[in-house]
């Protein structure tokens, strides 16, 4: 039987309508909207896609998003330079800083640019102060996809609390904090890497399978056991027509778009997957449009923290449990 699509593309709908109305009553009561401040440096493509979809949301949902560049040999200190300003200004409640940064800006870079955001601004959840207070359950700013994640399993009804969860990829803006966020909510999991040995075999175990490594169809139906819950994190651009021809049938929707744009976003997981998986998140449509979603809620949260919190108006009108 085909697996049920776990459609994150109208939860993270809901979840901006959700947080429309505290919005809407945060701009009221400070006289401005919620602030995030992105930067962007050198010119990935993808990153250019990122984040233009990141400034036309926030635009749409009502939040102020603005954009910084560097070039791509802009040097570190430079970059450091505009966090601080960032970091000192009234008007930005959250700071994001599209990674990957150019290579040409030294091994340790991410780290010094995370390191440096204001935790309280730190819209991706990467200051090792909210990835600590994540390590103890009690983080209010929390990395954007597995919290995007977590909310599309529970409002989709899959279980979690009691099943065997495996994650693959431990980055610290996924693997890790995924892992983590089902763990909380008493999952029992593992984690898996590139020296993880019988990988399929662990995969397998689990009720609830998370793949975020960035391989095309990585994810065969070997690493499926029938009736799991599948999210597919991945994201990688392929433009091999071979490839594409394996993968999709002629005809498709996939091959059509393939035949017009000459290259496709595809996951991590094999097209046969749906065959075995009882859920499964489609890409694109899955996880990427709900790691916006919480994007803007990281940034309404963080805004809100700075400016006292709740009044009671807002309480009471439940606007502070529906934006949590
Ligand atoms: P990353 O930092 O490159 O981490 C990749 C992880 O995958 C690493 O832990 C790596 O293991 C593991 N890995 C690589 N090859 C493997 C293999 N053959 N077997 C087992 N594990 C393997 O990537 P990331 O930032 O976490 O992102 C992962 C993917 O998710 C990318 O495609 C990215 O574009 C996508 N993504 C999508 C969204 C979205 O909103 N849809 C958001 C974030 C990321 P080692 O640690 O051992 O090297």
């Known amino acids: 039987m085909a697996a049920r699509i776990l459609d994150g593309a109208a939860v993270a709908q809901q979840i901006r309508s959700e947080t429309a109305p505290a919005i809407a009553a945060f ?33 749409d949902a009502g939040l102020r998003a603005d954009l910084q560049r560097l070039s791509a040999v802009a040097p570190l200190a430079d970059l450091l330079a505009v966090v601080e300003q960032l970091n000192h200004s009234e008007a930005h409640d959250g700071i994001l800083v599209q990674s990957p940064l150019p290579a040409a800006m030294g091994a340790d870079a991410e780290r010094r640019v995370f390191d440096l955001i204001r935790a309280d601004k730190d819209v991706d959840g990467l200051h090792p102060v ?38 693959i990829g431990r980055s610290d803006i996924v693997g890790k904090p995924m892992a983590l966020l089902l763990l909380h909510r008493h999952a029992t999991v593992t984690i898996c890497h590139s020296r993880t040995p019988d990988l399929p075999l662990v995969a397998r175990t689990a009720d609830i399978l998370v793949s975020a490594i960035g391989r095309p169809a990585f994810v065969t139906r070997d690493f499926v056991k ?13 433009s091999d027509r ?53 994007l803007l809620k990281n940034t309404l949260i963080a805004a809100r923290a700075r400016h006292g919190g709740w009044d009671r108006r807002e309480r009471r009108r439940g606007l502070e449990r529906r934006a949590r």
Do not use: W
Request: proline residues 7%.
């Open 226 to 238: 029938p009736g799991a819950a599948v999210v597919d994190v991945g994201t990688s651009q392929l």
């Open 130 to 167: 909210n990835v600590g207070s994540l390590v103890q359950n009690r983080a209010t700013l929390v990395a954007c996809t597995p919290s995007g994640i977590i909310e599309l399993l529970e409002r989709s009804q899959v279980p979690i609390a009691g099943t065997r969860a495996v994650v």
């Open 242 to 294: 071979a490839v594409v021809e394996r993968l999709f049938a002629a005809g498709s929707k996939r091959r059509d778009a393939f035949e017009k744009r000459g290259s496709i976003v595809v996951g991590d997981v094999h097209p046969e997957v749906g065959e075995v998986a009882g859920a499964l998140t489609p890409v694109p449509g899955g996880v990427g449009p709900l790691t916006i979603a919480m």
């Open 27 to 59: 701009t009221e009561r400070a006289g401005r909207p919620p602030g995030l401040g992105i930067v962007l440096v050198g010119d990935d493509p993808a990153s250019e896609i990122y984040v233009r979809n990141k400034l036309r949301s926030a635009a």
